[in-house]
């Protein structure tokens, strides 16, 4: 891993969507060869996925909560 991987692999991580030819331009190399290195990146799973990554607030989703309760029953039985 070179100079040039590490500077894709930085700019990615800040944009994932980040076209090919700006990319290129970024970290210094031609697209072509910006586009061979990250395939080989993701060849080699040092890139292993792409994600989104969502607003859960701008969805509506505020937070989920799972709650258990647990009942018992005592009888005192004094005759």
């Not at 990146?41 to 890139?47: A, F, G, P, Q, T």
Request: charged letters at 30%.
């Amino acid at each position: 891993m070179d100079k040039f991987d590490k500077k894709i692999l930085r700019e990615l991580k800040l944009n994932g969507r980040i076209s090919n030819v700006e990319l290129a331009d970024r970290v210094g190399l031609s697209p072509s060869a910006t586009l061979r290195r990250v395939q080989d990146l993701e060849k080699r799973n040092v890139i292993q996925s792409y994600r989104a990554v969502l607003d859960k607030t701008q969805l509506g989703i505020g937070f989920v909560a799972y709650v258990s309760i647990g009942l018992s029953s005592i009888v005192n039985r004094h005759n």
